[in-house]
């Protein structure tokens, strides 16, 4: 490792901003810090660099800052790492939209991100299927001498990642740790005969269509442990009367907005989530159960895209945790954003793991506010708004 002081001074400097902020978060880490590192001994050629899975910008902005680099390709699951990059250049390159035009620019998984690449410098996912698809098309699209680094934190490691990678990769490797990250080397790309293997799908006993998935959409194809019970209030106690203009507020594999969808045949269902994956498989969910004339998607943060007053219930699953940080703070932005997109009149009805005790904060912020089921794990509630 050489030296880290410099580049690390630089990358102290990024905010998390808007993703979720807390003392304890930080927007980089050591495998950052070892893939910006190990980057400086490879060949660096303007437009053929490709970045993906970049948090907040640490990957981005530390490779513009170390080298004269221009034109890298980025791919960000997520909005809010989308925003949060855009943010960073501005304050911490002082870079206008034009200029930061000229330095990176996002592109989806796909041809345009990789085509013709030599390097693509990459945070791990988390999902082995994540690094499958990632994997799959930088074999498909990328230049035959391409070199991929992967970084991640040993906690999140695994021998299967080398073993996915290696499908796609002639040779493997792994370096040392340092400071509990390391990183994966793939080179010589052997590319993919037949169709990509995503996105997925598979039934559950529980519902009459499938659900789709891509390798970053949360939970894969499963159907939700806290959607399920969710799922059964809606079955046991529909709200009354029926809903017409319906949101679901993370919609992650589309479960929730299509059986809404199914349920209320003549309701418009808004899905809507942060995440590219999510969209994408929502979109197949509906598709395949036939109702994506009625369910309309959207990639954006929290309700951003719902106009004002316009639901009369919001479906709400939110996550606990942030990357692999547990956190309360993503639920508690998904649950702020609700009583704008309400009408008066209108209901949220929300699962939750029942230790985390949500009803105090929508009580406060939406109405009032029942207690629909409970299992050993989850609570759904519904609160109506005033
Ligand atoms: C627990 S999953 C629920 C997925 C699906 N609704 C279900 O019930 O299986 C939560 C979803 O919220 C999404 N999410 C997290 N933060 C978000 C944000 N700020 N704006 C929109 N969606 C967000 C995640 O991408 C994820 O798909």
Known sequence: MGSVTELEAFLARLSREPDIDAPELQAYDAADLLLLDAAR?????????????????????GLLHETALRGLRVHQDGVLGERALTSNATRVLGASPAQQTELFQHHPLGSSLFGGATLVVMQLPRSLSELEEIAWHIATHASPDVVVIAGGRDKHMSHS???????????????????????????????????????????????????????????????????????????????????????????????????????????RVLATDQSAAAVAATKLTAQAAGVADRVEVHRADATDSVPTGWADLVLLNPPFHTGATVHTAVAHRLMRAVPRVLQPGGELRLVFNSGLGYRPLVERIIGPTTQLARNRTFTVLSSIAR
């Open 41 to 61: 001994s490879l060949k660096l050629r303007d437009g053929d660099v490709v970045v993906v899975g970049d948090r907040h910008g640490a990957l981005t902005l």
């Open 161 to 267: 990642m080398n073993e996915r990678l290696g499908r796609y990769f002639g040779e493997v490797t792994a370096s040392r740790g340092w400071r509990k990250a390391r990183m994966l080397t793939a080179r010589g790309a052997i590319r993919p005969l037949g169709d990509p293997p995503f996105a997925l799908h598979a039934r559950d006993p529980e519902l009459d269509f499938d659900l789709f998935a891509f390798g970053a959409t949360f939970g894969g194809t499963a159907f939700d442990h806290g959607s399920r019970l969710l799922v059964q209030t809606l079955r046991e106690r529909p709200p009354s009367p029926d809903p017409t203009h319906i949101v679901d507020l993370g919609c992650g594999n589309g479960v929730l907005a299509v059986t809404a969808a199914l349920q209320w045949p003549r309701a």
